[in-house]
């Protein structure tokens, strides 16, 4: 039976793999930055910056499967402690013969226009904190651990997510939903159970380098907000901005001082109308990734 170490295991992913692995027997042991030890697993408390911790989370696994992080923007100086520094304290930690399952984030090739992006394609993360700190960390991995492997997921959702699909439920609800264009071209989405099928493949595969994720569907933004509104008998977004204002206003936001357009995050608002789409060949050939058409069975599930 195999012992599978899980940073993050008290958060979005990292819970829902852990319930996964334990339905599978395998052995678990869970690291959590702080409270009181998951059930059925091996708990180790502490941050994973810290050597020791590292050290005593990789002993004795046969694989690492590396969540944990931290999802933010603005605040350079916690996304390299978080994701970068613990990295590469676990790297630092582990034996050859150990393998690494690192979870990363198309956010690695910038928040542009994508047309079914190969795993081949440059990293151009900036001016993302928490992209710049999954390309550093996938830098560190590469130069330092043979067998490891990177899962590059898109926008996850499903399951018990309050950051997407939660978040565009309450606002559909309250009526006050405004899409932001037409916001008719494809999303990245990856399905949370897609997405553990996906680390699941990877744990047992023998394959190395990086995996693009994805629900391989070609849903846009307003059919995603338009089901969701149907699962839950709410009224669909009732104020669509014509694409002439949607581009005027883009044009204005971009020229206002750096900290108020960013909190305006003009980057998401592009992103939401245009294609932004990844190859995920590479999966389905050598992990054998077969994501399922999720949102035609659960979109309503979470909120």
Not at 8 to 20: D, K, P, S, W
Not at 235 to 255: C, G, N, W
Request: aromatic share 4%; charged share 20%; net charge neutral.
């Amino acid at each position: 039976m195999a012992l599978i170490a899980v940073t993050g295991a008290g958060g979005y992913v990292g819970q829902a793999l852990v319930r996964r692995l334990i339905t599978r027997n395998h052995q678990v042991r869970a690291n959590i930055r702080s409270g009181r030890p998951l059930p059925k697993t091996q708990t180790i408390i502490g941050d994973l910056s810290e050597r020791n911790t590292a050290v005593r989370l990789v002993q004795e696994a046969d694989v690492i499967v590396h969540c944990a992080a931290f999802t933010g923007e603005g605040d350079q100086a916690r996304a390299t402690r978080d994701n970068v520094l613990s990295t590469q304290a676990i790297c630092d930690a582990m034996k050859s013969e150990q393998r690494l399952v690192f979870l990363s984030s198309v956010a690695v090739y910038g928040k542009k226009m994508q047309r079914q992006t190969a795993e081949t394609a440059a990293l151009a993360p900036e001016p993302s904190a928490y992209a710049i700190s999954k390309v550093q960390a996938e830098e560190y991995i590469e130069q330092h651990v043979e067998n490891a492997i990177v899962l590059r997921p898109g926008l996850v959702w499903g399951g018990n997510d309050r950051r997407l699909v939660g978040a565009l439920h309450d606002l559909l609800k309250r009526r006050i939903l405004v899409l932001p264009g037409p916001c008719d071209t494809p999303l990245p989405l990856t399905h949370l159970d897609n997405l553990i099928d996906g680390i699941e493949l990877a744990i047992d595969s023998e394959a190395v380098g990086p995996f693009n994720l994805t629900d391989d569907s070609n849903i846009s933004f307003a059919a995603f907000c338009e089901r969701l509104a149907n699962a839950h008998a709410l009224p669909p977004p009732h104020q669509i901005v014509p694409s002439a204002v949607f581009s005027l206003s883009l044009r204005i936001i971009e020229r206002l001082p750096s900290l108020l357009a960013q909190r305006l995050r003009p980057d998401v608002l592009q992103l939401l109308n245009s294609e932004c789409t990844f190859d995920i060949s590479r999966a389905k050939r050598l992990l054998g990734y077969a994501p399922l058409p999720r949102e035609h069975l659960d979109i309503g599930d979470a909120g």
